[in-house]
């Protein structure tokens, strides 16, 4: 990852440039604005240290020219202590964050470090997109653990032929976005996708929105309604919550998936259709059915093909890339210049359990980014569930009887120090014979070891 440094003063220009070679970054050092700019246009670097004094040009402009060159590169402004304010102006500008004069090593490499991981998510997930090779897909779509990529990979298929699919899945998952994801990539994309929730309607209600109904078909049918069959002609129409739906209404649904016909209500002729139906629930359908509360037949036309959601807590691997997509769209709901969070919060966020999903998790970095009073979401930022469960994290260490206690650390020197036990009599503070004997006690000394003292 190629990092430029802007700094007038070799000294400290030098210094900057050491801690970042040790981190591996590739570095190039420049005393002016000008060279820079020239050296930019011929290649892009992802990372620019920028100070604001220089001496042919402000750290602003350079700012700016970098930022309209490459609005992905990640400026951290140097200032001197007079200008904060002007660093402060720097970030709401685009700037990643800025540093003291003089540069602290530590410093150097956080942010540098922080820039490193926003860049790479940012281009994991243009790698997706662009192996998915549709935009639109991807618009709300997060994810590269294996289990996403199997989902992608259903979802390429499922677009290209035009049968019946049943999204099985906890709320929160993205049932909605999969099933647009399906539409958007199958050549149904040019007509219309509609969603209807089964859930929580009568009976009535539900086949006047599904089927329409002629002018006077019912008391107050004071004019003709096209339903929603109707009204996804040519496109796709997702039905959530179908576990939800009425027993007659199921009959009712059943006739169209077969027929591939509705009447309206209040009508005897039949209007041919050409849509797709995809249903979603977070119902177990084959236990309804087993029950009697979902038709058989019906779950059978519907699950064509079927296709489970993984719950976020089975895609760990994504939470870091959620976390980092959700923060750019509410920075930009609420005009905030959050970049990223604390490495507390990220642990305490990838060990989260989230009942509700996806959408838990967007909904927490949401209160986040409009609490946070920091460039960094910190744990008092985040709902008190969150305290509390890292509260029981931190207590939930079981009690151990003392030799349990005493083995366990023995071990932990052990394997620390490489089984060297001269070092790790001096760690514990025990004569090396009595080291010895404990090991023996405990089963830690290897076979060749166990025959004498070592």
């Known amino acids: 990852m190629r990092v430029a440094v802007i700094d007038d003063e070799k000294i ?172 958007n990539l199958s050549p149904r994309n040019g007509h219309p996708f509609i969603y209807f929730n089964c859930g929580g309607f009568t009976e009535e209600l539900i086949s006047s929105e599904l089927f329409g109904h002629e002018k006077g078909a019912f008391t107050g049918a004071s004019h003709t309604k096209i339903g929603l069959f109707e009204a996804a002609e040519g496109g796709t129409l997702l039905l959530d919550e179908i576990g939800e739906m009425p027993a007659s209404m199921q009959v009712k649904l059943l006739h169209v998936l077969q027929e591939r016909q509705i009447m309206r209500v209040g009508s005897t002729k039949p209007i041919d259709l050409d849509i797709r139906i995809i249903a979603a629930t977070n119902r177990d359908l084959r236990e309804a059915v087993k029950k009697g509360i979902f038709r058989e037949d019906l779950f059978f036309r519907l699950n064509v093909v079927g296709l489970h959601l993984p719950r976020l807590a089975e895609r760990g691997d994504d939470i870091p890339l959620f976390i980092s997509h959700f923060i750019d769209k509410f920075n930009l709901a609420f005009n905030k210049q959050i970049t990223g969070v604390s490495p507390q919060v990220m642990q305490l966020l990838t060990a989260y359990p989230y009942p509700g999903n996806v959408r838990e998790l967007e909904n927490i970095i949401q209160r986040a980014v409009a609490l946070a009073d920091t460039k960094r979401i910190q744990v008092r930022d985040l709902p008190a569930r969150l305290r509390e469960f890292a509260d029981n994290v931190a207590t939930s260490e079981p009690l151990l009887p003392l030799e349990d206690v005493e083995k366990k650390h023995i071990a932990t020197v052990l394997e620390r120090t490489n089984y060297n036990k001269n070092l790790a009599s001096v760690i514990l503070n025990l004569p090396r014979t009595t080291l010895w004997r404990r090991m023996k006690k405990f089963g830690l000394l290897s076979p060749d070891q166990d025959s004498e003292e070592n």
């Open 12 to 183: 400290a220009g030098q210094l900057v440039k050491r801690v970042l070679d040790e981190e591996g970054f590739e570095v190039e050092l420049f005393q002016a604005g000008t060279p820079f700019l020239t050296r930019m246009r011929q290649m892009p670097f992802a990372i620019v240290f920028i100070d604001l004094e220089l001496p042919d040009m402000n750290g602003l402009t350079i700012l700016n020219e970098v930022k309209r060159f490459c609005e992905d590169t990640e400026a951290i402004i140097i200032t001197g202590h007079g200008s904060v304010e002007t660093a402060l102006d720097a970030t709401q500008k685009g700037a990643f964050h800025y540093i003291h004069k003089p540069c602290k090593r530590h410093d150097i490499r956080l942010l540098a470090s922080l820039a490193r991981e926003k860049i790479k998510l940012q281009e994991e997930n243009r790698k997706l997109k662009s192996a998915m090779g549709n935009d639109n897909l991807m618009a709300n779509f997060v994810g590269a653990s294996p289990a996403m990529q199997e989902i992608f990979a259903m979802i390429k298929k499922l677009a290209m032929v035009n049968c019946n699919v049943l999204l099985q899945a906890e709320t929160g998952t993205g049932k909605q976005i999969v099933a647009r994801a399906i539409h």
